[in-house]
T-cell receptor, first 115, second 111 residues
């Protein structure tokens, strides 16, 4: 069964803290994504990774960085958390190749509150 | 103009009703299209891909009109369990395989 896991369901951090959000997939997928989801704005792409050690900025990368040292793990880093980074963070993975438009599989999300 | 637009709803319909959701996209280079379903406080999950010829999966029918840059989802004989937010998703290959999500349309099926 397809599985994407995220390290925490709920996280509370203080302004200025460095925050690590971890995502692991067990499907050997090449692509991985980090989104944030806010009411009325939908899902917005922060970063995505084609494959190991490869990354590309999404629509809202400011204040975030990522790391993909192993194929199954994609980390999102908030270098200095701010209150406007309070949000639901969703990780996803996707297989590439073949004629079909492969779907993304999402993790359960991490609800981050920055106080 | 947003890249993917949807009527936010909410759509409140009685059980058994037929309901249709619309989605428009602005980038003509868009290559693949999906409908995702997101239950309250849960992650999005794929409902169905949308193919050029249109496709059906049980009570759900998806249509694509490339000329008008328009996607639709029709739900027939709606059930209480269909209550969720439905996300229109477009994959734009030119943008490095980005997926662009619409803001979602909320559906409540009432007994």
């Amino acid at each position: 069964d397809v599985k994407v896991t995220q390290s925490s369901r709920y996280l509370v951090k203080r302004t200025g803290e460095k925050v690590f959000l971890e995502c692991v997939q067990d499907m050997d997928h090449e692509n991985m994504f980090w989104y944030r989801q806010d009411p009325g704005l939908g899902l917005r792409l922060i970063y995505f990774s084609y494959d190991v050690k490869m990354k590309e900025k999404g629509d809202i990368p400011e204040g975030y960085s990522v790391s993909r040292e192993k194929k199954e793990r994609f980390s999102l880093i908030l270098e200095s958390a701010s209150t406007n980074q309070t949000s639901m963070y969703l990780c996803a993975s996707r297989k590439v190749g073949g004629p079909l438009p492969y779907e993304q599989y999402f993790g359960p999300g991490t609800r981050l509150t920055v106080t | 103009r947003k890249e993917v637009e949807q009527d936010p709803g909410p759509f409140n319909v009685p059980e058994g009703a037929t309901v249709a959701f619309n989605c428009t996209y602005s980038n003509s280079a868009s290559q693949s299209f999906f409908w995702y379903r997101q239950d309250c406080r849960k992650e999005p999950k794929l409902l169905m891909s949308v193919y050029s010829s249109g496709n059906e999966d049980g009570r759900f029918t998806a249509q694509l009109n490339r000329a008008s840059q328009y996607i639709s989802l029709l739900i027939r004989d709606s059930k209480l369990s269909d209550s969720a937010t439905y996300l229109c998703v477009v994959n734009i290959y030119n943008y490095g395989q980005n997926f662009v999500f619409g803001p979602g349309t909320r559906l409540s099926v009432l007994p």
